[in-house]
């Protein structure tokens, strides 16, 4: 099982882009979690195998109708912890 740090910038936060990202997840039954950062930039972190991640972040650069996806930044991360659902957190 893969963990990726997504960093999202763009037109981000205040779109329901959280919201999107949620269930995107949920649906390709990818675990972690998504939140708002202070510098309008949404932080993911992803557990899965990595071709679902790939796909997940591929549909992630599509964005919702509101928002707009300027860049993902991907860092795989060593996290030997399991996560078993998806949420938003604050």
Known sequence: MAVWELTVTGRVQGVGFRWFVKRLALGMEVTGWVRNMPDSSVLVLAQAQ????????????????????????????????????????K
């Not at 071709?51 to 599509?62: G, P, Q, Y």
């Not at 996290?79 to 938003?88: A, N």
Request: aromatic share 10%; no cysteine.
């Open 50 to 89: 990595e071709d679902v991640l790939n796909v997940f972040v591929s549909l992630m650069r599509l964005g919702n109708s509101r928002a707009s996806v300027a860049k993902i930044d991907i860092s795989p991360l060593d996290d030997s912890k399991d996560y078993y659902d998806f949420e938003i957190r």
